[in-house]
Structure formats: structure tokens, C-alpha cells
């Protein structure tokens, strides 16, 4: 497995952490499982690094913090995480499977929707999910 990429450890130090052997197995594994979870994470992560769940909680929740990831909470869904950070974009999730796909900003910049009522506050941000059958599901149906 060539873990050993030295993109990833720029980008873990770019973030102001330290790069260690569970850090950098956990994005590697979000390079390659976008939108994932932390189970998904772990699964992937574990056969390469012997790593807990709570280490990747840990790494999650630290590349959080520093920016490097985006937590999408889907209702009804586990907590999923993704490397594309800071372009403000949009999620389809399939209501029967659970998969997720990346949504262009409307705009290409944040906030690409306005509420009709902005009730005076500045908004910076608007995270969309779009429901619904994704294509291998809407065909099991016709
Ligand atoms: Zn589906
Ligand atoms: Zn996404």
C-alpha cells in the first residue's frame, strides 16, 4: 500500500497537525471513500493500520477542526466525511441505498441560494440535500 505519499503528509502538516501513521491512513482511506462514514473509514483504514474505531473517530474529528474535512449529517444517515471542503456544495442522497453524490453550488460561490427571508442574518453558507432514487435504484423500479 503506498501510504508513504508525501502529498498527504503536506497536506495533514498544511492543516497544523502532526502527521501520524492513523492520520495519514484515514485520508488516504476519505481520498479513496468520499462521503463516507466512520465505520467506513475504520474498515478501510484497519487492514493497513492497526487502528481503533475511536483513533479514527479522533482523526476525523481533528481534520475537522483544522478544515481538511466537511461533516455531512444526512437525516437518518450516519455522520459521513468528505475531503472536498470550502466550495459550498450540494449533496443527492438515495432515500432506499444511501448513496451520495457531489452537487456543483449553483452560483460556484457561497451562499448560492438565498432564503427569501434572511430574518437579518449575514448567511455564509447553504448546504442542500436533494432526496431521492438514484439511478441503479429508480431502474429496479421500471
Ligand atoms: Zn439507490
Ligand atoms: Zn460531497
Given at each position: 500500500m503506498p501510504l508513504l505519499t508525501s502529498d498527504i503528509d503536506d497536506a495533514i502538516r498544511a492543516a497544523g497537525l502532526r502527521v501520524t501513521e492513523s492520520r495519514r491512513a484515514v485520508f488516504d482511506a476519505l481520498r479513496s471513500h468520499p462521503h463516507a462514514s466512520a465505520d467506513e473509514i475504520h474498515a478501510a483504514v484497519h487492514p493497513i493500520v492497526d487502528s481503533t474505531l475511536q483513533s479514527v473517530y479522533n482523526a476525523l474529528g481533528d481534520f475537522a477542526a483544522a478544515g481538511l474535512v466537511r461533516r455531512i449529517e444526512p437525516a437518518g444517515h450516519p455522520m459521513l466525511f468528505e475531503?472536498?471542503?470550502?466550495?459550498?456544495h450540494h449533496h443527492l442522497v438515495c432515500t432506499r441505498c444511501g448513496a451520495v453524490e457531489d452537487v456543483d453550488c449553483a452560483t460556484g460561490h457561497a451562499p448560492c441560494l438565498v432564503p427569501g427571508d434572511t430574518h437579518g442574518y449575514r448567511v455564509a453558507v447553504a448546504e442542500v440535500t436533494y432526496w431521492g432514487l438514484c439511478a441503479s435504484c429508480a431502474d429496479e423500479d421500471s
Open positions: 475531503l472536498r471542503v470550502d466550495d459550498n
